[in-house]
Nanobody, 125 residues
């Protein structure tokens, strides 16, 4: 089992920045990739970004590319999401996820085996 704990959410003005963290514990050696997803009220959960643990290759949704940066610190079993130039449409609950099954695609929610409890991000305009 893998446990994930997110932190760093909060309220920020449009144009501002936040950094989310996700700390993994448990069977962390089994993690192949980690990702961030978000879900706004009344909307489906959507992919934000992902990073492969071994080589650091990253993936982004078009809506955040150029504004958000995902990174990982394998020694700390932690993944980060640096969010810059935030917009009101970025307001959502953000979830960290871990893929322990070496799936070929990591940009969909179905690829992930473990999920954090979520952290709320509110961007005021």
């Amino acid at each position: 089992q893998v446990q994930l704990v997110e932190s760093g959410g909060g309220l920020v003005q449009a144009g501002g920045s936040l950094r989310l963290s996700c700390a993994a514990s448990g069977r962390t050696f089994s993690i192949y990739a980690m990702g961030w997803f978000r879900q706004a009220p009344g909307k489906e959960r959507e992919f934000v970004a992902a990073v492969r643990r071994s080589d650091g290759i990253t993936y982004y949704s078009d809506s955040v590319k150029g504004r958000f940066t995902i990174s990982r610190d394998n020694a700390k079993n932690t993944v980060y999401l640096q969010m810059n130039s935030l917009k009101s449409e970025d307001t959502a609950d953000y979830y960290c996820a871990a893929d322990a099954s070496f799936r070929t695609t990591i940009v969909v929610a179905g690829a992930y085996d473990y999920w954090g409890q979520g952290t709320q991000v509110t961007v005021s305009s």
